[in-house]
């Protein structure tokens, strides 16, 4: 599955059926959060078959069969909460490639109990993984025009990295960034605001993998 279809097919999904993640799929999961800590810096961690991070209001009405999810974690820095979203995107659309369904919870969980689970580090949110009752569906929008310019005639490349940026889960669907683009040179403005760095680096993900990141360099 190519990236691109990964990013398109993935939608929020909140309710998961009762259904373990296969332990070669699991060990897949792993590997690659390893490699991402060790790239990004960052300590997300994997819990399975756990139940800890929703309380039992939340499981009713908003997080029915949550089982399985990332605790996206680390060192406390200033570009933290960027790496997290960087990372958490790659992971999030490598689930999708291996049949999984996901969901970046930032503020409706436990966090007290998960903190617990990474001592000394930091958490940012969480995301829900699993095989889902549903596959979702694709979230309400903004258009190519309203989040971004290109100067001048703008390339292929520039286009697709764009609607794969639109593809991005952002905190309560904001999509509050705005892409610039002059030759190979791109830049991304994010309004502050809640999760406001994770979501800069989930969309910076995204447009990347649109785009190619062979096409441009970040200005």
């Known amino acids: 599955m190519a990236i691109t279809k990964a990013m398109r097919e993935r939608h929020t999904v909140r309710r998961y059926a009762d259904k373990p993640i296969p332990a070669d799929i699991v060990q897949k999961l792993e590997e690659r959060i390893a490699l991402d800590n060790d790239t990004y810096g960052t300590a997300v961690k994997l819990m399975v078959d756990d139940a800890r991070a929703f309380n039992a209001a939340l499981k009713l009405v908003l997080a029915k069969g949550v089982r399985n999810y990332l605790i996206l974690s680390g ?39 998960v903190s617990k689970l990474v001592a000394g580090k930091k958490v940012v949110g969480i995301v829900a993984l699993g095989y889902g009752a549903t596959q979702g569906k694709p979230h309400k929008s903004k258009t190519p025009d309203q989040v971004s310019e290109y100067k001048g005639e703008a390339p292929i490349w520039f286009k697709e990295g764009v609607e794969a940026a639109l593809l991005a889960p952002t905190a309560l669907n904001r999509q509050a960034f705005r892409i610039e683009g002059e030759g190979n040179r791109v830049s991304i403005i994010y309004e502050k605001g809640a999760f406001s760095g994770a979501d800069l680096g989930l969309v910076k993900y995204h447009f990347e993998a649109g785009a190619g990141k062979g096409n441009f360099q970040w200005a």
């Open 75 to 113: 060192d406390d820095a200033p570009d933290l909460e960027e790496r997290l979203g960087w990372c958490s995107a790659d992971i999030m659309l490598y689930a999708q490639e291996l049949g999984l369904n996901s969901w970046w919870v930032g503020g409706t969980f436990s966090r007290g109990a």
